[in-house]
């Protein structure tokens, strides 16, 4: 069984920095694409960068500049660096991993973390 482990999260001042990580464990053959995203209470969740399995890499347009996706793919870790941080960001972020190779399973699958907690406040 695979599972993805968040760690980073915290609360931290306006315009200060947090850096998440998210190792999937398992016996992973491959991943295709890792990515983050957040829920913020009363809001849908939504995508905050995702990174493939050669490095090309999407962002939200309100974290473009700011934040930063990295990936290590021989340790199936995922890192999201987190500058300038506004309130606006406060949110508990998940990590994903899409189409996943693991063995006993069949095909393609996709996991969720259970999220960590960012909380951007003075």
């Known amino acids: 069984q695979v599972q993805l482990v968040e760690s980073g999260g915290g609360l931290v001042q306006p315009g200060g920095s947090l850096r998440l990580s998210c190792t999937a464990s398992?016996?992973?053959?491959?991943?295709?694409?890792m990515a983050w995203y957040r829920q913020a209470p009363g809001k849908e969740r939504e995508l905050v960068a995702a990174?493939?399995?050669?490095?090309?890499?999407n962002y939200a347009d309100s974290v473009k500049g700011r934040f930063t996706i990295s990936r290590d793919t021989v340790k199936n870790t995922v890192y999201l660096q987190m500058n300038s941080l506004k309130p606006e960001d406060t949110a508990v972020y998940h990590c994903?991993?899409?189409?996943?190779?693991?063995?006993?399973?069949?095909?393609?699958?996709?996991?969720w973390g259970q999220g960590t907690q960012v909380t951007v406040s003075s």
């Open positions: 994903n991993a899409a189409g996943v190779r693991s063995i006993g399973l069949v095909g393609e699958n996709d996991y």
């Open positions: 398992g016996t992973i053959f491959s991943i295709k694409a």
């Open positions: 990174i493939g399995s050669v490095g090309r890499t």
